[in-house]
């Protein structure tokens, strides 16, 4: 059974920094790795993104101030987010692309709960 599991969200003031956390597991074999976002009364958005060899994709608004990281070996993503604005509130949910046997003839996506990020102004 495949688990996606987030941490790290919480209120910050703005200007500040946190770092959110997923640890992949079930899996037979992770391709991309990513985080997205919802804030209140809008679609869930793309943030950032993260290929097995590390090639990294960021949405504008973030370009500069979130840094996305993994751990192969681990099966972990990390998003540094520095330089918090309120409009990056919202709920940020993990990602991952993957198979989840060896007979999976292609990836599939899961999706973790999701954990919270407030920003104050």
């Known amino acids: 059974q495949v688990q996606v599991v987030e941490s790290g969200g919480g209120l910050v003031q703005a200007g500040g920094s946190l770092r959110l956390s997923c640890a992949a597991s079930g899996f037979f074999s992770i391709d991309a790795m990513g985080w997205y976002r919802q804030a209140p009364g809008k679609q869930r958005e793309l943030v950032a993104s993260i290929t097995k060899g590390a090639s990294t994709n960021y949405v504008d608004s973030v370009k500069g101030r979130f840094t996305i990281s993994r751990d192969n070996a681990k099966n972990t993503v990390d998003l540094q987010m520095n330089s918090l604005k309120p409009e990056d509130t919202g709920v940020y949910y993990c990602?991952?692309?993957?198979?989840?046997?060896?007979?999976?003839?292609?990836?599939?996506?899961?999706w973790g709960q999701g954990t919270q990020v407030t920003v104050s102004s």
């Open positions: 990602n991952v692309q993957g198979r989840r046997t060896a007979g999976s003839l292609r990836s599939t996506s899961s």
